[in-house]
Structures are given as C-alpha cells and as structure tokens.
C-alpha cells in the first residue's frame, strides 16, 4: 500500500506542479523591470540622502551619468557634491517620498525635503538654524540598474522665503545696529573736523 501511493505521489507530482504553474499570474517583464527601478530610486532617498551613504552612488548611478538642470548640465561628481553640501548644512535631513510612479525606464518621485540648517556649506551660509519644508519632483531614466539621466525641480523662492521669514528678526537687528553704528561714526568724524579747524586758529 506505501508503495503504491509513492508510486501515485511519484506520478502525479509534475503534472500538479504543471497545474500550479498556469494558474500562478503572468507578470510582463516591463512590471518586474519598473519595479526593480523604482527600488533603485528609493536607495537614492533612504540610503544617500537620509543615512548619508554616498559610496552607494557608484552601485546606484552610471558612470555617465548626467543630471539636467535648467541651463547647463551636471556630471555625477558634481551631483554627489551637492548632495554631500546639502547633508552637511542638514545634518538631520530626511527626504520622505510621497509619490512614486514607474513607466519603462522612467521612474517619477515626488518627494518632501525636510531639515535644519544648522551646518555650514549650502549656498556661503553660515548655519541660521532655519527649519526648512520643501516639496519638488524627480524623473530619473534607469538603463541596466544604474541612473543614467535626471530631471529635478522644486520652488526655490519658496526656499528663499522660509530662509528670511526665519530670519527676518536677526536681520532687521542685525541692520538696525549696522545703521546705529554708521550713524556714531558720522557724529564722531564731524566732531573731529569741527575740532580740528579750532586747533589750527589757536
């Protein structure tokens, strides 16, 4: 009898794994590519950006790779020196993605960026301790694993303006004592002039 059903078990077991397999589902290869993309843009986020791993670059990016931005291009040097500035005057930045979406080899990110500048290298800046929100969107073009091309934009004025609505206070002090000061050293050198005169009659 245990033979038998070894036998049956034996016998039956490819055609069952046969039936198994037509039912599981076809997945094209383009969902399973777009997925493997979007992954690839999602270590940008997490691991670059957010953990401040910026020797994953050269699994992430082509060597060729280049970033588009409004009048000139970037190379990948130049790119992941920006991306190292900006960690450095945020320390604590968190890049959180609200929407991705994936389409052959495109992958589109719309992403928040979040952080305080308390660090000096954005811009000249010393760190203001401005807490900065900025949303923008990235398209990147992804061919055999790697970034190969980018398109990034986001609201710089929206940039500027938490910079100086942050620091309006400090800046107007910071004028005002500038123009105290002139307006000292503009009483100070009259009065030597006026003194001056009268020692040369005497």
């Not at 931005?69 to 604590?92: I, T, V, Y």
């Not at 970034?147 to 910071?174: A, M, N």
Request: proline share 4%.
């Amino acid at each position: 009898m245990g033979k038998t059903l070894l036998l049956l078990f034996v016998t039956l077991a490819p055609a069952c794994a046969a039936f198994a397999a037509d039912t599981v589902p076809f997945l094209p290869d383009g969902a399973s590519q777009e997925a493997r993309n979007k992954a690839i843009a999602g270590r940008v986020f997490e691991e670059i950006f957010n953990q401040g791993k910026f020797q994953v670059a050269e699994e992430i990016y082509a060597r060729d790779f280049v970033n588009h931005l409004l009048h000139r291009n970037a190379d990948l040097q130049e790119d992941q020196a920006a991306a190292r500035a900006e960690k450095k005057a945020f320390p604590d930045l968190k890049m959180t993605v609200d929407l991705m979406v994936a389409e052959g080899d495109l992958v589109t990110v719309v992403w928040t960026f979040r952080g305080a500048h308390t660090g000096a290298g954005y811009g000249g800046l010393p760190p203001t301790g401005a807490k900065l929100e900025l949303r923008g969107i990235t398209v990147w073009r992804i061919v055999d694993g790697k970034i190969r091309e980018e398109w990034t934009s986001f609201d710089q004025l929206r940039l500027y303006r938490q910079f100086v609505t942050q620091l309006k206070w400090p800046i107007i002090g910071f004028f005002s004592a500038a123009v105290v000061l002139g307006c000292i050293l503009c009483r100070v050198t009259l009065r030597l002039r006026r003194t001056q005169p009268a020692k040369a009659t005497s």
